[in-house]
């Protein structure tokens, strides 16, 4: 399974290293995707005749890696699905970003997404949906920021459109930032902590970064 790697599994959850350009669900490119490959690695390992359940509970966009949990039962699913909407399920994402930012704030706009275009936009309170994120700044160098972000809310591209928004897009984003590099968004869901669904113990996981430019140049950096 090139596309994934496996970091934590048990009867009632799946905990994965999702790598960047890999749809989470099947679309219209019919690239191999998440679920899919997942549920054909559950089917070979547990000999699972039939269709295998596994239910998707939070997203990453298709050209970001990292850390994303998935359920195995729908118990599971719709007690993760209940920590989202309580925002007791932590998501830690960390990007790197262009031009002089603050070394933290928050962010709060209302975004609307153009379906048809795949693409968000800040709008007015009344015709968008509320979307708010916390950040730190890591480090700066050559006019790049490595920032910790805390999603509060977890709207389409959210990330990538409030910094771009303020003239910070993210490196390397194709879509908010018009970039012609090559290089994979620096995008990247680093750390993951929520409640397990049935033995609540509290669950923790966090991954080094990409070994990619741009986080590279924050090798010796202290990550928080």
Known sequence: MEELKIIYEDNHIIVIDKLPNVPV???ISNDKDIQTILKQY????YNKPGNVYLAIVHRLDRPVGGLMVLAKTSKAAARLSKQIREKTFIKTYYAVVQNNIANEGTLTDYLIKNKKDNISYVTSKDKGKLAILNYKK???????????????????HQIRVQFSSRNNPLYADYKYNF???????ALFAKGLSFIHPTTKEKMIFDIPLPNRYPFTLFNNKTLH
């Open 179 to 185: 970039s012609k590099t090559k290089d994979n968004i």
């Open 25 to 27: 669900q099947a679309d």
């Open 42 to 45: 559950l089917k070979d390992k």
């Open 138 to 156: 890591v480090a700066t160098i050559n006019n790049l920021s490595l920032l910790e972000i805390n999603l509060i809310t977890g709207r389409s």
